[in-house]
């Protein structure tokens, strides 16, 4: 006997499994929960460089663009590195994002990896 899902009031499914005929089996609880998809808008800074004006660490020079309504289900370095070739930067050397909460540069800078980054910048946008 298979478990069917069914989903509660609160998003979350949960399944459940009785014993067959013969008394085997067990009871399976699965709880899945929906998560609700974001939409973000991106500023990205390019063309420009790190550095100190007056002892503080700023981005220097370049051009900002506004990337507006990224889908959080697919947000990643790959989309970043894409959204990027399309403005014609094929040699960027890495990719650096910043929590908006943290006001010094150097303290709440952060190397844009994996998708464990493009998590943390969903979660910065929410």
């Known amino acids: 006997m298979e478990a069917k899902p069914r989903v509660s009031d609160n998003g979350a499914a949960t399944a459940r499994q009785t014993k067959n005929r013969n008394g085997e089996g067990g009871a399976v609880k699965v709880k899945l929960s929906r998560l609700k998809m974001v939409y973000f808008d991106i500023a990205l800074y390019h063309r420009g460089y790190f550095g100190y004006v007056d002892g503080v660490m700023r981005y220097v020079g370049g051009e900002k663009l506004t990337i507006e309504d990224n889908d959080s289900d697919f947000w990643s370095v790959f989309e970043a590195e894409e959204q990027i070739r399309r403005l014609g ?34 979660k910065i946008a929410q």
């Open 89 to 122: 930067d094929d040699d960027v050397a890495a990719l650096w994002y910043k929590d908006l909460a943290i006001e010094n540069m150097s303290i709440g800078l952060r190397m844009f990896l994996n998708d464990r980054d493009a998590l943390a910048m969903v």
